[in-house]
């Protein structure tokens, strides 16, 4: 079965983004929900929902996914603007999703 | 009055040296006057050009207005400008051509000039922001309206020529123009005193832009190197974790607690407060939840004596402590931890040099049954043999020991650590010089079950460390012995060949190394970490190895390492390898070690010797280093 380009991502609120799903793959978390070999019900409908990330947060988060494919390439990149009251939930919200600098495929092991 | 008039009048008219009285004359003014070459004639001729140039202009401006369709009025201001002759229509006609010419030769000259590049390429930039606006791209301006450009620029009114009296365009005072005057936004003049307040303003504008175009940047090249020497350097976007600590640390006043934050991430904001310093008795309250057993504090220098109570009164269940610059960390906040029934069973103090000897064994004798780890740096004098001594006795589950910096610990301290019979890992940095036989007793005696073994600065230590650790010791994982000018490649090869050890994971050896002044390059007999000794180190520990540090090993030769990155050698964990001042390694060897290393993320090569005329590629330079490849 092809894969489409593009999943759906679900906030607690019902609000629904359309993302590529590439740039969505940053996340571990998204990454294994979707994973083909899984049998999760995800992997079939490319729906994720998420029951704990509101709606505002959940459309940072998007916008972080596309900031990020954009500039996947790219060296000094400018810092995507976060607002501040949203910072502790946007903070929750990228531990869940595991958008820490593990999931960088550059990260620099430090020891 | 009247008579300067006349003379100046007879002067220009009559065209002969000015008989005036005037001041001293230069040789200047002399030799040009014997050359019959008058400074006033050309002077004359100058402003006379000037204002038929202004006439012409004014004339243009309106004519631009009035539109080509006027041909009447058109015709009748030529007639003006040829002084209301009557002539012919040929001659206007001709005439008209002139203009033509003059005007086309003038706008081609205003092509070339400086202002018009300036202003054109000002338009350009516009241009393309409108564009990109509305999502086409064209590359370049048409010709039609370049043209409209120098046009532009032609019909600008000159302003009032140097020397001249004007009216201030903002404030309306008289004043004399000078080269210096500033155009106004109206294309006025400006007196000097409105002049300095709009440049004034000016340049508070252009200061006032340029932070924030900075903040916007990931920053300048100097940034970026720093961060590559930080290793804190990656392609591509930061981790949205790392966005919103950074929001969150410089907006921290702003926070009243951290929710219900992982301990992981909390400890994330601690290292980024840290590192601005930001940490202070009014942001400590975010890091002590009542139902965390672990406080980290990274920078804890502004904190009082008071402040480190707060923590063992709202922590109630605290385990680990981690505190570094924790200098008011005194007698008295050991003495309240004392009498607490709080039982730490992880201390990590950094420069909490105001604690005394007495105290440290009073804790330890008190609470020390529960240590599981004890980890001090730079504790002055204070944390000495006598305090080491004690840990046998009162510490007996203690199975992490490390001990930096403290001045008064010696090789009786180490005879000491022999004892710590359940030690698992160990750290020793220890500024008095030691000798062999208290480590190899170490060894000796916890050999079998030290994990982590970690030696810095051991000077005077030899092989007989290395025999030890090949003879004890089968559990290990990380080692680290630097700086010895006593260990030989011999000793370093008896050790790894054969040694009952798994593979290690870390191995640091740097500056393991012959150190002669006189005669730098020459090592009869094979000092420190050299050929023979490499190659064992990668024979046997090469498949788990993933931190290599060699650093300053200066006489392992280009053959041991073509050798050990041979064309079939794989080693698959190694991620970081430093090789500087390793001088016979070249850029063969680099690309080999690429090739062999897969998992290679960072490679160190400062003050690699690359043979003349060939060039190595890859060396952390401005633009910073790439691992080629693709990622999955």
């Known amino acids: ?111 | 009055m009247c008579s300067w008039f006349i003379l100046t009048d007879k002067c220009r008219s009559a065209n002969r040296p000015n008989q005036g009285i005037r001041g001293p004359r230069s040789a200047l003014t002399d030799f040009l006057s014997s050359q019959n070459i008058q400074a006033h004639q050309i002077r004359a001729n100058a402003n006379a050009r000037r204002a038929a140039a202004a006439l012409a202009a004014a004339a243009n401006v309106q004519n631009n207005a009035d539109g080509d369709d006027d041909a009447d009025d058109d015709e009748n201001e030529e007639d003006n400008e040829a002084g209301g002759s009557t002539s012919t229509t040929a001659s206007r006609a001709r005439a008209r051509e002139q203009k033509k010419q003059k005007q086309e030769a003038a706008i081609a000259k205003i092509k070339e000039s400086k202002l018009y590049i300036k202003k054109k390429q000002q338009k350009l930039a516009r241009e393309k922001k409108h564009k990109r606006k509305r999502g086409g791209d064209s590359p370049d301006l048409p010709e039609s309206d370049s043209d409209d450009l120098a046009r532009a620029l032609l019909d600008e009114k000159p302003g009032p020529v140097p020397g001249q009296m004007a009216n201030c365009e903002i404030c309306d005072k008289r004043f004399t123009v000078t080269p210096y005057s500033r155009a106004g936004p109206n294309g006025g003049m400006l007196c000097s005193p409105c002049g300095k307040k709009l440049a004034k303003d000016q340049n508070d504008a252009k200061k006032n832009k340029k932070p924030k175009l900075a903040a916007q940047g990931g920053g300048g090249r100097r940034k970026m190197q720093s961060r590559i020497l930080d290793g804190t350097y990656h392609v591509g976007a930061k981790p949205l974790m790392n966005l919103c600590i950074e929001t969150l640390a410089k907006n921290i006043q702003l926070a009243d607690g951290l929710g219900d934050l992982p301990p992981r991430v909390v400890d994330l904001i601690a290292r980024k407060l840290s590192k601005h310093r930001l940490l202070g008795p009014d942001t400590l309250r975010l890091f002590l939840d009542p139902r965390n057993d672990a406080v980290s504090l990274y920078d804890a220098a502004r904190l009082s004596s008071q402040d480190y109570v707060t923590i063992f009164q709202q922590v109630t269940q605290l385990k680990k402590l981690k505190l570094r610059n924790a200098i008011q960390f005194k007698d008295e906040v050991m003495q309240y931890l004392i009498t607490r029934n709080l039982n730490l069973d992880s201390i990590y103090l950094h420069g909490a040099n105001l604690v005394s000897e007495a105290c440290w064994i009073e804790y330890l004798k008190a609470k020390g049954e529960h240590l599981k780890a004890l980890q001090i740096y730079y504790m002055d004098k204070h944390v000495n043999d006598a305090v080491v001594s004690t840990l046998k006795v009162s510490c007996p589950s203690l199975t992490r020991l490390k001990l930096c910096h403290n001045q008064e610990v010696s090789d009786d301290g180490i005879k000491l650590i022999a004892n710590l019979v359940k030690l698992e890992h160990l750290s020793l940095q220890l500024i008095k010089k030691t000798k062999t036989d208290p480590y190899v007793a170490v060894v000796q005696s916890l050999g079998k079950q030290l994990q982590t073994l970690s030696l810095k600065n051991i000077a005077d230590v030899d092989n007989r460390l290395l025999d030890a650790i090949h003879e004890n010791c089968t559990s290990l994982k990380k080692l680290r012995v630097t700086d010895s000018e006593h260990m030989t490649d011999a000793g370093f090869a008896r050790m790894f060949k054969g040694w009952k050890n798994r593979a290690l994971v870390f191995l640091d050896l740097q500056k393991c190394r012959h150190v002669d002044p006189a005669k730098p390059r020459e090592n009869e007999h094979m000092v420190g970490l050299c050929s023979e000794g490499f190659r064992a180190i990668m024979t046997h520990s090469g498949t788990n190895l993933r931190y290599l540090n060699i650093h300053a090993c200066r006489h392992i030769s280009a053959a041991a390492f073509e050798e050990v990155f041979a064309e079939d050698k794989v080693y698959p964990q190694l991620s970081k390898l430093e090789i500087s001042f390793c001088e016979e390694v070249t850029d063969f060897i680099v690309g080999s070690i690429f090739r062999c290393c897969p998992a290679l993320k960072e490679l160190n090569v400062k003050h690699v010797k690359v043979p003349k005329g060939r060039i190595l590629v890859g060396v952390p330079n401005a633009i910073g280093m790439q691992i080629e490849g693709v990622d999955d």
């Open chain 1, 1 to 111: 079965m092809d894969l489409s380009k593009y999943i759906t991502l679900v906030s607690k609120d019902g609000f629904e983004f359309v993302v590529l799903r590439q740039a969505a793959f940053i996340s571990p978390a998204i990454k294994s929900m979707l994973d083909p070999r899984s049998q999760f019900q995800e992997a079939k409908t490319s729906r994720c929902i998420f029951g704990e990330i509101s709606g505002e947060v959940l459309e940072k988060v998007v916008e972080y996914f596309h900031y990020w494919y954009k500039n996947k390439e790219r060296e000094d990149v400018p810092d995507m603007d976060i607002p501040v009251e949203l910072c502790l939930e946007l903070l929750m919200a990228a531990d869940y999703l595991g958008l820490d600098s593990k999931a960088n495929p550059d990260r620099q092991v430090r020891y």
